[in-house]
């Protein structure tokens, strides 16, 4: 199946991602056309860094990976309590949901793109 190309920019990301929530440390985002089996984004925490791999998908598609990766930033940055947690456990579930559910009433997403 081949995706339309839109004009997603990296800026545009990183306006949407800050729409759906201020955080309390700044990030990066970096958007390639890249297309990896089995990775459509990357968080690197210590750089505070964003990668999205836009080269599968749509707009549409590359914002639900970035708000994932921003769910990761939010969860490292502002939730984490130190100790070992698992990077997709309970508490970064409840913050990708929650962004989600701003992002869809924002109207980023359609409700249906959630749950593919």
């Given at each position: ?15 949407i ?67 070992f ?32």
């Amino acid at each position: 199946m081949q995706f339309p190309k839109l004009d997603m920019t990296a800026e545009k990301l990183k306006a949407i991602l800050l729409d759906i929530y201020q955080p309390k440390v700044d990030f990066s985002i970096v958007l390639t056309d890249r297309k990896y089996r089995r990775r459509l984004g990357t968080y690197y925490p210590v750089r505070h860094l964003i990668y999205v791999h836009g080269g599968w998908g749509d707009d549409i598609m590359n914002i639900g990976t970035a708000i994932h990766e921003y769910a990761h930033h939010i969860h490292f940055t502002e939730r984490s309590s130190g100790a070992f947690e698992k990077s997709h456990g309970y508490e970064f579930r409840l913050i990708h949901k929650a962004l989600l559910a701003i992002a869809e009433s924002k109207g980023y997403l359609g409700r249906s793109s959630i749950f593919k």
